[in-house]
């Protein structure tokens, strides 16, 4: 039988059942995108005729990384926004107001093309106009999931114990917004492109349309991808409307549910953790953002104790400065370990299958990616162990790979990527951008937005804006 691709190599992890699913000397067979065959190398190529080979000497064969949650439009100011109490307005907000949607665009490609070329083949990115992540996202041939923000409150803002005004017209616009990119996207190129609804927080939208919304995602076969109990000003929001804590308020409107993909949960008492994991939803752990904008780590280890599933995101990168999840899979497990003061906590298979398996489920694509198994799409990545982070390779008696890659592997060992069976990067080459040319696009954006942030980032005069001033950064 002729088929478009056999993949080789020494070592496979296919995350299929318990664990990682190692597998020695074996190879994958692809035809028209999907994973048709894994097997042992002679039995592979006696049976098909390939059109063309990948062959990795050196190499481990995974599923590429899904980064359940990203802001990439962020990126074109990656890392103004660090070692701050106030994150959003000391540190982004100047920036943000200064956007314009070529700077946003330059900052999608930049973060994909970061992601891209560290392992990651799902993108799951968030925010409001994402027309040009779209753009990006099927120009580079990306798997992703767009999660368009729906809003009802304007941009000013407000003071403590004062309730956010909500305008309809913006919700509207909004939810206008989202149809729009769900109908030109959602779909597109045999489903690699989904569109997901986006409310930006129970307290960002008023209760009605919080149904509604709800409601319309599952009408059209899409999902819920919400920040949830992300912080102390949502708690209070919350409280002052309804007299209610914010999970026990969505919970009274019937929104916790499967199709929920929850994003941090850093407020949620363990009981309301627990919860939202019984009702089905899933989460986003966002380790690397969570540990450096707030000094605190999300309650990953009680939404799994509960049974649900977790999958990782890298967030944003002006904040944790980076779309890499070899950083998140570390952070991921160091952070648990110290908080919990238990070196077999978040052991490295495990982060490396929310990394993939466990994060294609929590975002609703269990069946497409994640594994390497017959019937889901070739979405694979050859990492080179032939690396100084990466050797020696220890098989006897016990293996080092997995280990390996969680603690010691950054990003540019990963070799080869495919996307539904296309190569998106060979021996490091991108194949479907040209990085020079998204770097000086980045960088030209950069600059000009620099520029128009100066006046409002001197009024901020935050500690930032003081270090500045010293010369200290
Ligand atoms: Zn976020």
Redesign the pocket.
């Known amino acids: 039988m002729t088929i478009d691709l056999l993949v080789h190599a020494p070592h496979m992890y296919t995350m299929a059942g318990e664990g990682l699913g190692y597998r020695g000397g074996e190879s994958v067979a692809v035809d028209a995108g999907k994973i048709i065959a894994v097997g042992p190398r002679e039995e592979l190529e006696a049976a098909y005729t390939a059109g063309r080979t990948v062959e990795g000497r050196h190499h481990v064969l995974l599923p590429g990384f899904v980064d359940c ?3 990439s439009r962020h990126a074109v100011y990656r890392g103004v926004a660090q070692d701050i109490t106030n994150w959003m307005w000391g540190g982004v907000a100047p920036f943000e107001a200064a956007g314009t949607p070529a700077a946003r665009t330059a900052g999608s490609r930049l973060a994909m093309a970061e992601a891209l070329m560290s392992g990651t083949t799902t993108v799951g990115d ?1 925010g409001p106009d994402l027309e040009g992540a779209a753009e990006t996202a099927a120009a580079f041939g990306l798997r992703a999931n767009l999660s368009p923000r729906i809003r009802e409150v304007d941009m000013g803002s407000y003071g403590p114990g004062e309730l956010y005004r909500f305008y309809p017209q913006l919700g509207q616009a909004s939810l206008d917004a989202c149809l729009k990119l769900f109908d030109r996207f959602h779909g597109h190129d045999s489903g690699r492109i989904r569109v997901l609804f986006g409310p930006q927080g129970a307290d960002f939208v008023s209760k009605d349309l919080m149904v509604k919304v709800c409601r319309m995602a599952r009408e059209a076969g899409t999902r819920v991808h919400m ?1 949830f109990s992300q912080g102390s000003r949502e708690d209070e929001q919350i409280r002052l409307r309804y007299g209610m804590r914010p999970v026990a308020y969505l919970d009274s409107l019937g929104v916790i549910d499967e199709n929920l993909i929850a ?2 949960l850093s407020s949620a008492t363990p009981e309301e953790v627990a919860l939202t994991a019984r009702r089905g939803a899933n989460m986003i752990f ?1 380790p690397s ?1 969570i540990a450096v904008i707030d000094g605190e780590v999300p309650p990953a280890k009680i939404f799994l104790d509960s049974g649900g599933t977790v999958g990782l ?1 890298s ?2 990168s002006p904040g944790n400065n980076n779309h890499n999840m070899f950083n998140e899979m570390k952070l991921a497990a160091v952070l648990n370990k110290c908080r919990y003061g238990d070196p077999l906590l978040f052991p490295a298979w495990k982060v490396l299958r929310m990394a993939t398996v466990e994060g294609a489920r929590a975002i609703g694509l269990g069946d497409i990616t994640g594994s390497i198994e017959p019937g889901k799409a070739a979405d694979l990545i050859l990492i080179d162990l032939r690396q100084p982070t990466l050797s020696p390779v220890i098989t006897s008696p016990m293996r080092n790979i997995a280990a390996n890659l969680v603690y010691a592997g950054r990003g540019h060992e990963v070799d080869t990527i495919m996307v539904a069976g296309k190569l998106l990067m060979e021996h490091r080459r991108p194949l479907t951008f040209d990085l020079d040319q998204v770097l000086d696009d980045v960088q030209r954006e950069a600059d000009a937005l620099s520029e128009r942030a100066t006046p409002r980032f001197r009024e901020t005069d935050s500690i930032i804006a003081a270090y500045m001033r010293n010369d200290q950064l």
């Open positions: 949650h990203m802001h968030d920040h994003v941090h966002c953002s995101g967030d944003q």
